[in-house]
């Protein structure tokens, strides 16, 4: 479980691609201080487990991609250099400084376009119909709150809009993110039990 505030921006050194399934080597001494192997770390959203430590002390970790993971999230583009938004899992004496977070991604939308500190991306309706004006939701990690929403969203694709701070512009991905860039969706988990709840999914 993680809440959605990203620990630092790391940095993909190398992706070894084994069959339909990759191990990817990201360069971060800040969550890898104290790491151990079989701890999970989100890269940009992603819920992925510590396979090995890199250098001693560690500057960095691998991690096993399944073939269904690099098919359904953005983490298929990523290559050596590319900058990633890192979290390690919340430890139950944290503050919840941002809501939830399974690191399950419900799939990927698109940058639509940025007007200074707003960002309009995409939303698939299955993810849509779990987003709320002034809820929650986590895009490439990072835990924000739904500013604007389009009004047909539950019921076809439509978009969302996001009002970003300089500090999170300066601390992850988002602040280089152009339109047209992929980006990982999870909607707050809460909103899908309640469905379940309520006998809308089977």
């Avoid at 990927?108 to 119909?129: F, H």
Wanted: hydrophobic share 35%.
């Amino acid at each position: 479980m993680f809440t959605g505030i990203v620990e630092d921006l790391g940095e993909v050194e190398a992706v070894e691609h084994e069959g339909d399934s990759a191990r990817i080597h990201v360069r971060s001494a800040t969550v890898a201080e104290d790491a151990h192997v079989g701890d999970s770390i989100a890269v940009n959203g992603v819920c992925l487990t510590v396979t090995s430590l890199i250098g001693s002390p560690p500057r960095g970790f691998t991690a096993d991609v399944m073939g269904e993971t690099l098919r359904l999230t953005s983490l298929r583009g990523i290559g050596p250099g590319t900058k990633v938004n890192l979290e390690r899992s919340v430890k139950v004496t944290d503050r919840l400084g941002g809501h939830l977070v399974q690191g399950h991604v419900d799939g990927t939308g698109t940058i639509v376009s940025r007007d200074g500190e707003t960002v309009r991306i995409s939303l698939p309706r299955d993810t849509g119909k779990y987003v709320v004006h002034k809820g929650s939701v986590t895009v490439d990690g990072i835990s924000l709150t739904v500013s604007a929403i389009s009004d047909d969203s539950a019921v076809s694709d439509g978009w969302f809009e996001v009002s970003l701070i300089p500090e999170t512009l300066k601390r992850t991905t988002l602040g280089g993110k152009q339109p047209g860039d992929p980006v990982n969706l999870e909607a707050d988990v809460i909103a899908k039990y309640v469905e379940k709840l309520l006998g809308g999914a089977q």
